[in-house]
């Protein structure tokens, strides 16, 4: 195959590759969860530990699947699961407080979402025929 991959049609994906990027999604998911509780209860540990984690499976899923879909679908996950956290009930619960370790949270898990998804490992062409200048 000659030419440049922004010239190749785009293909679904493969289905193993498809229930991977799920089974991240669902992970990043229990993350969301697991951090909320953790950075609360454990206040600056439990704060580190959360960001780490969530930090881990981004940039582990990116070079799992050797491609920056791996990064994001934990973070969507991770999203979603913190997003729907967030907001309170009509009894008045809610899982976050208005506390700073609460912002950092969120703040910290959406910067490292971004360096992650930045730093994971995008999709190269193959052989050397498809560089630049040759």
Same mark, same amino acid.
């Given at each position: 195959? $000659?030419? $440049?991959?922004?010239?190749?049609?785009?293909?679904?994906?493969?289905?193993?590759?498809? %229930?991977?990027? #799920?089974?991240?999604?669902?992970? &990043?998911?229990?993350?969301?969860?697991?951090?909320? #509780?953790?950075? %609360?209860?454990?206040?600056?540990?439990?704060?580190?530990?959360?960001?780490?984690?969530?930090?881990?499976?981004?940039?582990?899923?990116?070079?799992?699947?050797?491609?920056?879909?791996?990064?994001?679908?934990?973070? #969507?996950?991770?999203?979603?699961?913190? !997003?729907? #956290?967030?907001?309170?009930?009509?009894?008045?619960?809610?899982?976050? /407080?208005?506390?700073? /370790? $609460?912002? !950092?949270?969120?703040? /910290?898990?959406?910067?490292?979402?971004? !360096?992650?998804?930045?730093?994971?490992? &995008?999709?190269?062409?193959? /052989?050397?025929?498809?560089?630049?200048?040759?």
């Amino acid at each position: 195959m $000659s030419g $440049s991959m922004l010239a190749q049609p785009l293909q679904r994906p493969s289905l193993g590759r498809m %229930a991977a990027l #799920l089974g991240l999604a669902v992970l &990043g998911a229990v993350v969301g969860v697991a951090g909320a #509780l953790v950075q %609360a209860a454990w206040f600056p540990l439990g704060l580190l530990l959360a960001l780490a984690g969530a930090g881990g499976l981004f940039l582990g899923g990116g070079y799992a699947l050797r491609g920056r879909s791996g990064a994001v679908a934990p973070v #969507l996950g991770w999203v979603v699961a913190v !997003i729907l #956290l967030t907001a309170s009930r009509p009894e008045g619960d809610f899982l976050f /407080g208005a506390g700073g /370790g $609460s912002y !950092i949270f969120l703040l /910290g898990g959406m910067g490292l979402a971004v !360096i992650c998804a930045t730093l994971a490992p &995008g999709r190269q062409p193959d /052989g050397d025929a498809d560089r630049l200048g040759k």
